[in-house]
């Protein structure tokens, strides 16, 4: 497998359901990130995790919860959901530190979250 | 305030002509870059093209070009020969660095519309 595979692509869960969405880079970066995709929104930056460490929490609801066991893999847990927070999200990751040239953010296809 | 400007909400352009995606941004750091992605109905976040803000030159990547204005802090993205695989939500976004994490920001989008 090559580049950004989230899993699941699409979810649908209850309010009182808990779930979690998976994100696995096989580029060798150093760096992952969680995005919100909400329709007709900008991209929301959710966390940022460098070298497995949290760098970025951008104020978002204890009811969503990130877990980075190592560079490869990021995990964003999913609890007592609002119908609002049903949207595309989208993982990414790059090769952080390089501050000139393109570090490209490379994404996944996104998991698609749907709260009933 | 909104850092990204894209105020096209939807664009249509012809099969084989050129159209220009427009991108204003809003920074006072003099070290930032900009980027162009490209989201197909399939939801990956595609990278198109980079343009440093110390590059002297437009970024060009095959039938894209980035027509950077600096002073008028705009960074247009131009498809020449546009191809009904060219359908897609196009976003622009630019990357701060700030305190030593940097940031990707984005813009609204701009919907492509290719037709026959």
């Known amino acids: 497998e090559t580049g950004v595979t989230q899993t699941p692509r699409h979810l649908v869960m209850g309010m009182t359901n808990k779930k979690s969405l998976k994100c696995e880079q096989h580029l060798g970066h150093n760096a992952m990130y969680w995005y919100k995709q909400s329709a007709k929104k900008p991209l929301e930056l959710m966390f940022v995790?460098?070298?497995?460490?949290?760098?970025e929490n951008n104020s978002v609801p204890s009811r969503f919860s990130p877990e980075c066991p190592n560079s490869s893999h990021l995990f964003l847990h999913l609890h007592t959901l609002q119908p609002e927070d049903s949207a595309l999200y989208l993982c990414a990751s790059s090769q952080e530190g390089q501050h000139s040239g393109a570090n490209v953010l490379t994404f996944g296809a996104g998991s698609r979250l749907t709260v009933l | 305030a909104q850092k990204i400007t894209q105020t096209q909400p939807g664009m249509f352009v012809q099969e084989k002509e050129a159209v220009t995606l427009d991108c204003t941004y809003d920074?006072?750091?003099?070290?930032?870059?900009l980027f162009w992605y490209k989201q197909p109905s399939s939801g990956e976040m595609i990278f198109l093209i980079y343009q440093g803000s110390y590059d002297q030159q437009n970024a060009t990547e095959g039938r894209y070009s980035l027509n950077f204005q600096k002073a008028r802090k705009s960074a247009n993205l131009v498809i020449s020969a546009s191809q009904l695989g060219d359908s897609a939500m196009y976003f622009c976004a630019m990357r701060e660095w700030k305190g030593g994490s940097e940031k990707l920001v984005f813009g609204k989008g701009t919907k492509l519309t290719v037709n026959p």
């Open positions: 995790y460098n070298f497995k460490e949290q760098t």
């Open positions: 920074t006072s750091d003099p070290s930032y870059g």
